[in-house]
């Protein structure tokens, strides 16, 4: 089973999984993520690239669905990471996105049958985003906060300090008619305070969805990213006020009002 490209855009919650540890693979599965991804990059050490690789081939031959996050174009095992997810229909998740062509030719070797979500993670990626966002068979953006706060000298969770970095992204994707990005990881993986923080701020910005770490996570992910109660209600009372500027609650209602209750229903469903 591959995961469409409309569920990778409606997707709230993408949970990682090492593929290096196939044991845990239905586990992620089973915890609630819109999906999950298998990752052959940064959790696996260098000696277990080659099984991990056959563990993902396993799982997707078995008929499982999941994006494969493979280790960056350049590296020993880059293509065939890709080759194997390509096998399979199954989406791509490119670490250190920054260069365009790069990204094409990975969406050229891959012939259409991956849809890729490039991850942004470096500075150079972040002041390309317009062009990473405009790659053959990008599906959305996700921001990499860990790798691209190490190269800044910041703190990975200081939200002042990769602000810019994440509206980037917002606005790059909004330019160029992706949907909205996913944001990067909470390392607090028992402090849901800090979760909860974490996926507000995101939100707040324009993020839609959130990668997990651990399944703990998952839950909190999607009801934050879930419109609210008083959301809904107000987006339910701008439609029933019709098409027609009006006033509703004390606020004029236009057009692009009219389309943001549209869009808080739309995710409701």
Partial sequence: MTLSTSTLEAARSLLFVPGHRPDRF?????????????????????????????????????GNSAVVRINPPGTPWCDADLEVAARYGAPVMVPKSEDPAVLADLACRAAGECALIPLV?????????????ATPGAVRLAFGNADLSSQLGVAHDD????????????????????????????????????????????RRLGFTGKLCIHPSQV????????????????????????????????????????ERARRILAACD
């Fill in 121 to 133: 993670e470096t500075a150079a990626g972040v002041e390309r985003a317009m062009e990473v966002c």
């Fill in 159 to 202: 939200h002042m300090a990769l602000a810019y970095a994440r509206s980037k992204l917002v606005s790059a994707s909004a330019a160029s008619g992706l949907c909205p990005p996913i944001d990067g990881v909470t390392t607090s993986v028992k402090d849901t305070d800090v979760l909860s923080a974490d996926v507000l701020h995101a």
């Fill in 26 to 62: 239905a586990k992620a599965a089973s915890a609630g993520a819109d999906a999950v991804i298998i990752d052959l990059e940064d959790a696996v050490a260098a000696r277990d690239k080659d099984l991990a690789r056959d563990n993902v081939a396993a799982w997707l031959g078995a």
């Fill in 219 to 258: 839950a909190t992910v999607r009801a934050h990213f879930a419109p609210t109660e008083s959301e809904q209600r107000w987006a339910r009372g701008v439609i029933e006020a019709g098409a027609s500027v009006t006033v509703v609650d004390g606020q004029m209602v236009d057009k692009p009002v009219l």
